[in-house]
């Protein structure tokens, strides 16, 4: 690694402060997932690291049909939390196939969307859900949408002088849910990973509908195509074939060293049938 401060603020004023008076040139210290092996590849060279583990950003909070994640949640906490089970069980799904338990167990929520990997789970199930994440500085705190925070690769809508101190995502208990996706080995980002959310109304119809892709832009993609093609219709497996293929016809993935751009593709076609069918499941035995 380079050289660089450490500072560990008790408060976040102080947090804030130094991030003001630092700029580009601090980095946010959570869980280290990310960071760390930026610091060490020296693909981030910061003059100063702010660790903000201190601060009181770690509870998960159920209220008036919504929930609060902390930034400082981690991983690991979605995944086993009663309350996230119950509210949102997407949530925990996601969690689950993040990294390894050392990654679960260290690395936060806030860290993950704030790093923007566009192959990561949380980043992509934030956009299904219409998250609202909360964003302080000594200017005050502001609200953004997930659609409107990832910006592009490994970018946010955050500014320099910005820490992301809470996200809130409504509580979806009567929706069928799942996450699919596929890594090159346990552990890895997806090559494609694909979140849907969906109610059946009393005729059996979709009612509400999200799905949301990772792996395939430079951000998490909301598949509109697929959703439109399924809200208000009966979701056969005709149906849900012809919102697969939908979603894949307007996405333009790109290749890389790992697979083509054709791959991905298929991949994301074949991942999003399966997920739709599995969230249908759900949604019927939550009726």
């Known amino acids: 690694m380079q050289p660089f401060e450490y500072v560990a603020p008790e408060t976040l004023p102080d947090a804030l402060a130094l991030l003001r008076a630092h700029g580009e040139e601090a980095k946010v210290l959570a869980g280290g997932q990310s960071l760390v092996p930026l610091l060490n590849y020296r693909l981030a060279k910061p003059h100063v690291v702010v660790d903000v583990n201190a601060l009181p950003f770690g509870d998960i909070a159920s209220d008036d049909g919504r929930l609060r994640l902390g930034a400082l949640v981690r991983h690991h906490q979605l ?17 689950r196939c993040i990294g390894n338990v050392r990654v679960r167990t260290l690395g936060t929520v806030g860290g993950s969307l704030a790093h923007a990997d566009p192959a990561a789970e949380l980043p992509a199930v934030m956009t299904a859900l219409d998250a609202r994440l909360t964003v302080a500085s000594a200017r005050g705190d502001r609200h953004v949408d997930a659609r409107d925070f990832f910006t592009g690769l490994l970018t946010t809508a955050l500014a320099p002088d910005e820490l992301l101190t809470a996200v809130d995502v409504p509580a979806v208990p009567a929706h069928g849910w799942a996450v699919e996706e596929l890594s090159r080995r346990a552990g890895d980002f997806a090559v494609v990973a694909v979140v849907a959310l969906l109610t059946v109304d009393g005729r059996g119809h979709v009612d509400d509908v999200r799905l ?42 790109p290749s890389d060293a790992f697979v083509s751009a054709a791959y991905r593709g298929m991949v994301a076609g074949v991942l999003c049938r399966r997920a739709l069918a599995r969230a249908v499941t759900r949604a019927l035995e939550t009726r």
Do not use: I, K, N, Q
């Open 79 to 95: 995944e086993e939390s009663e309350v996230v089970r119950r509210r949102c069980p997407v949530l925990a799904d996601a969690a």
């Open 212 to 253: 949301a892709f990772a792996g395939v832009a430079d951000r998490p993609v909301r598949a509109r195509a697929a959703e439109d093609a399924l809200r208000g219709h009966e979701p056969t497996s005709e149906r849900l074939a012809l919102a697969a293929a939908a979603a894949r016809a307007a996405l333009d993935p």
